[in-house]
């Protein structure tokens, strides 16, 4: 079901069973925007379906936290105009020439260039995975980008974190919500889960100077900023 944070925002929670990451809606005067495509066109359906139940336009615009599968393989069964940071753009244009066969599968995991807990959770999601099909973004940006959609904006802004190198907010200043992707999250790829000092640091600066009330992150429920301060600065598990 889609949960009705303010007047003007939504969103869909998080399902475990195939690592289906909360998806945002920001309702504008003029425009509407949605935050991360999900993992699959069914993912996207269910969404868009919840979004007709409450008499709301079909998003406008959809853009992305990071480029990781379960954020973005959903924007195929996206009729919107989609929105990344190069970076994200750049690891969407490598996966978009992936082979889905089980020996290319596994090929990924030996030569890292996937993780074990991905490929359980994509062969989960997808029953038939010739349906899968990553798709390019058709705005790219840098560092930032404002988005106005009537009476109330989006501010995507990129911020250093462990978990992926194209992590991006999507900021409502008005409402003083912030979505977060995965940004408060490990790096996960490239071994252990681990945090790195320095970027770790920067991010907790970044969250701190931000004025938000409440984010949504990926995977939980809600958070508070004081909730999200507290999680960063109790992680242990750092390397330099």
């Not at 790195?196 to 429920?221: C, V």
């Amino acid at each position: 079901m889609l949960i009705k944070l303010t007047d003007r925002i939504y969103y869909m929670p998080h399902n475990e069973e195939t690592d289906r990451p909360i998806l945002g809606y920001i309702k504008g005067d003029n425009y509407s925007l949605m935050v991360d495509a999900g993992n699959s066109k069914q993912h996207v359906e269910i969404f868009l379906d919840e979004i007709s139940k409450l008499g709301l336009p079909h998003p406008v615009y959809v853009i992305l936290t990071h480029s990781h599968w379960d954020h973005t393989y959903g924007l195929s069964g996206l009729n919107a105009v989609s929105i990344a940071c190069r970076e994200t753009n750049d690891h969407l244009e490598k996966m978009s020439k992936w082979e889905w066969t089980d020996e290319a599968m596994k090929d990924r995991l030996i030569n890292g260039e996937d993780i074990e807990f991905c490929d359980t959770m994509i062969k989960r999601e997808y029953e038939n995975r010739d349906e899968i099909l990553v798709k390019t973004a058709d705005i790219v940006f840098e560092n930032g980008l404002s988005i106005y959609l009537g009476n109330i904006s989006c501010e995507l802004r990129k911020i250093e974190s462990s978990h992926a190198d194209d992590c991006v907010v999507a900021y409502i200043p008005q409402e003083k919500v912030i979505f977060i992707g995965d940004i408060i999250c490990e790096d996960l790829h490239h071994g252990e889960p681990v945090y790195y000092r320095n970027k770790l640091k920067s991010l907790i600066e970044n969250m701190k100077a931000i004025d938000f009330e409440t984010a949504l992150f990926g995977h939980l429920q809600p958070l508070t900023k004081q909730e999200v301060i507290a999680m960063l600065e109790d992680e242990s598990n750092i390397v330099i």
